[in-house]
């Protein structure tokens, strides 16, 4: 079992920053995949960015590629999400997940969630 605690949200004006975080403690291998998802209100949950934990390997969105980076400390067991350029459009719950193995782009395809953080970009 494997459990993700999500912190770092919060209200930004257009252009600032935020970095988020993902707590993860439980049973963890180095193939785990993290990806960070958002959903906004009346839309379907997105994909935002992941990282295979074990090598780092990182994908991302087009609508966030050049502003939002993914990382992880293998150390405190966190993956980040640092949001740079924040746009209105990216306002929505953002949702860490996580899968035994690989990573995929479709909310689906992970088996666990953390509880989700706000962050409102005002313009």
């Known amino acids: 079992q494997v459990q993700l605690v999500e912190s770092g949200g919060g209200l930004v004006q257009a252009g600032g920053s935020l970095r988020l975080s993902c707590a993860v403690s439980g049973r963890t291998f180095s193939t785990y995949g ?6 906004a209100p009346g839309k379907e949950r997105e ?6 934990w074990g090598d780092s390997r990182t994908y991302y969105a087009d609508s966030v590629k050049g502003r939002f ?9 966190t993956v980040y999400l640092q949001m740079n350029s924040l746009k209105p459009e990216d306002t929505a719950v953002y949702y860490c997940a996580a ?5 995929v782009t479709t909310p689906r395809g992970y088996d666990y969630w953390g509880q989700g953080t706000q962050v409102t970009v005002s313009s």
Do not use: C, E, H, Y
């Not at 994909?47 to 295979?52: C, K, M």
């Open 47 to 52: 994909f935002v960015a992941a990282i295979i």
């Open 69 to 77: 980076t993914i990382s992880r400390d293998n150390v405190k067991n």
């Open 34 to 39: 993290m990806g960070w998802f958002r959903q």
């Open 99 to 103: 899968r035994p193995s690989l990573v």
